[in-house]
C-alpha cells in the first residue's frame, strides 16, 4: 500500500511540475518576444529607420536604443552628406538597393539584440580621381608627359644660354636650381671645382689674381657673380654725390673692407686729398654673340674706368696716387658721351638704351684709347663717339695710378660748371599729410634736362629730409625740371619746369606734390544675413542704422586697429544708412563728427591710414552687429580713382522662435496654429513648418502677443498666451510668467525661443463583460487605482445592460491598474488557486504626430494596427478619442476561474482524490492498529 501511495505522490508531483513548466515555457516565450535595437551613426550623413509604422532620422552622434519585437523588419536608408562617403555599415543583413548617392539595407531583428553601426567620411582628392575612367587619366598622363618634355627640353636649352643667364644674373635671379647646374657643369668643364664656392661662383681669391680681358678670354663669365641692375642703380646714385658720408658708405658696403681697419687704414677719410678706390664689383651684359664683362669702379665715390683693360683691377680700400690731367682727346669722349658722362644724354639709343653695356663699352673703349687693349663692344662705341662733337672745356679728365702700377691705372672726370640748381618740395595739401607717416616727401626724383621734351638728362635732384634735394652744377644755361619719381603717398608729377642756372649763383625753386587720396564713395553695405539682400525681412528695416567711423593717419598692418594700440583718432564721424542699407562719405548721410576731407573736386576723400567701423546703432528689427571693421586706405596710382572696397555689413534681424514640442517629449510638431498680435494691433497666422518651428523675422518694437489657437489632430490646445516686449535697443523683454503655462523661454544670439508644449489628448477604456457562453453580463463592477496594490481607486464602473463599462480620461504616460471588485448576480470574482483577484495593469504610450499608439495590458504590446473587433483587445476611434476595447469572461458554474494552462483542473482533481485516499487509509490503520 505505500508503494501504492508513493506512486500516486510521485505522479502528483510530476503533474503540478508539468503544469508549472507549460506556464514557465509560455511566459519564456513571451519574454523572447522583446529584444535589443541599438543604431549608431558617426559622421557626416543621414541615416532614415523605418519600421513599416513610423521613420527616425539619425544624424553624426545620433543613438537609437529600443526594444524591439524579435524578427521585426526594418529597412535603413544610408545617404551621405556632399563631400562625404559612406565608410561601412555593419550589424545588417544585406544591402537591397541604392537610390542616387544612398544604400538601402534590410534588417531582421534578433533575439540576442541587433546592433547597427553606420560610419561616414570626408570623400579625398584620391578617391575622386579614381572615379576617372582608365582611359582618360591614360591620356591626360601622355599629355602631361609630352608638355613635361617640351618644357624639360627649353629648359635644358635655357640652362645653356649665356645670354640668358647672365640677363637673370642682371635682374637679381642667381639661385635658380638650372643656373646651379648650369655654373656646375661649367666649373667641371674648366676644371675650376676648386675655385669656386659653395654656390659655383668663382672666389675672391681667384679673381684677384685675373683681370676682366682674363675673364672674358677664358669663358667663364657666368661663373662671376656680377653686379644686379639694382646694385649698378644704386652705385650711380652715389657717384652722382660729392657727399664725404657717400664714400664712406660705399667704402663700409665694400666687400674687402674690415672693421678694425676705420681707425688706421682708413683714416685718411678726414682729409680730401686722398683718393681711395671704391669697386663694387664686375657689370656682365652680352653682345653679339659674346659675354663682357668690366668692374665698377669709384675715386672718392666719383664713377672710374680702368684704363688698362688687360691689368688686374684694384681692390676697395686702394689709395690711388699720382693723379694728372689725361689730354687724350679720344678718352675725353669716350668719358663725356659714355656712361654716367655728362653727354650720355645726346648719344644714340641704340647705346643708351642698354646702361650696363654703355658701362663696358665706355671701359674698353677707354682702354683702347689708353693704347691697352680692348674688345669688339669697346672698338665699337670707340668708333662711334670718334664722330661726335668735342667735350666742353669745362669737362676735365683725370688719371690715377693704383698700387704703384701692380694695377691698372683708372681715369675719371670732374666738369667745372657755372652755376647750381637745388629745389625745395612742399606738400599741395598739408590739412592730408601733416602729422600722418603715410606720406613723405623724402626720395622724391627730378630728372634736369637741356631740352624741353626732357630726353636730355643731365642731372638728377633728390629731395632729402629737410624738404631740400641735393645742389648740383650746371653750366649756365636754361635747363627743365620733371618728376621722375614721386614720393612716398603722393601722385607724380607730370608738369615739365623750366629753369635758368646763372654763372656763379644757385637757382632754387619750390615745387609741390599733391597727395594720395581716395574719393571714396560708397562707405559700407548692409544686407540682411539671411537673405545676403539689401531688403530686410519681416517688419524689419535697414534704414537709420548708425555708424561710427575713426580714421587714423599713419601706417599701421593689415587689420589693426590703432585703438588697440592705444592711438587716438585725427578724425571721426558718424553716419546712417539709408533704405537701401547703402551709406556714403557725404554730408547728407552724416548724423555728426569732423569736417570731411575735400579733393579738388569737391568730393569727400580719405588720405591715406586705417579706416575702422562699428556699427553703434541698429535698424528696425535687428541686432547690433558688435564686430569692428578694419579698413586699409590705400588710395591707387591715377588720381580720383577710388579703390576702397565698401565691406558688407551683415545684419543679423532680430528673432522669434516658435517651437512646438509633445509635452515630456522632444518630438516637435507641425501644423499648430498660433496668432501672433503685433504692437500696432494688427495680427498675423502662423503654421509651424515640418521642423515643428514658425519664425517671427524682424521684430518691430512695442508688444507683442502669442497665443496656440489650433493643435493638429491628437493634441490638446495650449490655450495659455505669451506676452513680450521688443525694447529701444531691439533687445526683447518677457512679460510673461511662464510658470504652470506649458510653455518655457530662452534666448540664442539675442532671438527670442518660445516652446509651447501641447499634451496628448487622453484615450478611454471599454470593458465588456460576458461569460464563457457569450452572454452579456450586467452588473459587474470594476475600479480603477492609480497603484498596484490597488489602494488608490480614481474610479468605480458597472456594466450596463449590454455589458459594457468605460473608463475616461486616461493619459497616454501613466499607469493604471484594473479589477473586478463586484461579480454580477450568480457570478464569483474570478480568482487564482491562492484566491487572489486578477488586477490588470494598463499604460499607453502615444505620439499623434508619428501616427503611434502603442498600448499595454499586462505587459503585453499592441498597437494602432490591433483594430479587429472580433478579438478580445482591439482599438477604436480617432487620434482625438483612442478607445482600448477589452472583452472579460466569467466561467459558468465553477468556483475558479480557467486559468494559464488546462492541466490545472485534472490536477486539482487527482490531488483531492489522493488526499481523500490518503485520509481514508491513514483512519483504517489506526483502526486495525486498535483492533477494531
Known sequence: MRKLKRILSLVLTSCIFIGMGSDIKAQAQTVEEIAKLEIRVNGKGTVIVDDGYSKYSLEDKDVLRANATVNSDLKLTVTPNDGYLIASVSGVDSQAGESGNSRIYDVSTKSDGTFIDVNFEKETKEEVNNEIKEETKDEVKEEKEDNNKSEISNDIEKELTEEIIINKYNDGIKMEENLIEARKKLATEKNLLDQVDENFFLTEEYLSNKSSADLMDEGVLILLNSLTNDEIKEFLTETNSNDEFIIRQSLIESRLFKRDLISNRFSFLNTRESLVVGNRGAITEYYNGYAHTAPLLSINGKQAFCVMFEMKDPSSGTIATNKRLANNDMLRKILYYGYNGPGTGGISSSWSSNQNLLMIATTQAASKANGHASYSLGNDFYNYVSGLATPPSGFKVYVVTTNGGATQDLAY??????????????????????????YSLVGAEYGVYSNSSATNRVGTLTIGSNGWSNEIELDAGAYYIKETKAPKGYYLDKTTYPITVSAGSKATKTLKDKPKVDPIGILLRKVDAD????????????????????????????????????????????????????????????????????????????????LTIQETKAPVGYKINPEIFVKKIVPGITDNVSTYNEPIIKEDSLNFVIKKVQSGTSTLIPNAKFRHTKPDGSTEELTTGSNGEVIIRGLTQGTHRIVETQAPEGYEVNRNEFVFEVKSDNTIKVISNTTNMGMSYSTFEGDGILTVNDDVKPFSIRLTKVNDKGAILEGAEFTLYSDSACNNAIETQVSDGNGNLKFKNLRPGTRYYMKETKAPEGYRIPVDIFGRVHVYEIYAESTPVNNVFNYYIDGVKYTSNDTDSSKDVYLAGTKDDREVNMKVVNIIGMKLPKTGSWLMIPILLVGVGLMSYSVFSSKKKIKGDKGE
Do not use: C
Request: charged share 25%; proline share 7%; aromatic share 12%.
Open 531 to 610: 537673405t545676403g539682400a539689401n531688403r530686410p525681412q519681416g517688419s524689419g528695416s535697414l534704414a537709420d542704422a548708425h555708424f561710427t567711423l575713426k580714421f587714423y593717419s599713419g601706417e599701421y598692418g593689415d587689420g589693426v586697429n590703432p585703438a588697440d594700440l592705444g592711438k587716438s583718432p585725427t578724425r571721426t564721424w558718424v553716419v546712417k544708412t539709408d533704405n537701401d542699407g547703402y551709406t556714403e562719405l557725404n554730408d547728407s548721410y552724416k548724423v555728426s563728427g569732423d569736417p570731411f576731407w575735400y579733393n579738388e573736386l569737391g568730393r569727400p576723400t580719405m588720405p591715406s591710414g586705417t
Open 413 to 438: 672726370w670732374e666738369f667745372e660748371q657755372k652755376g647750381r640748381l637745388q629745389i625745395s618740395k612742399e606738400s599741395a595739401d598739408p590739412s592730408i599729410t601733416n602729422g600722418n607717416n603715410s
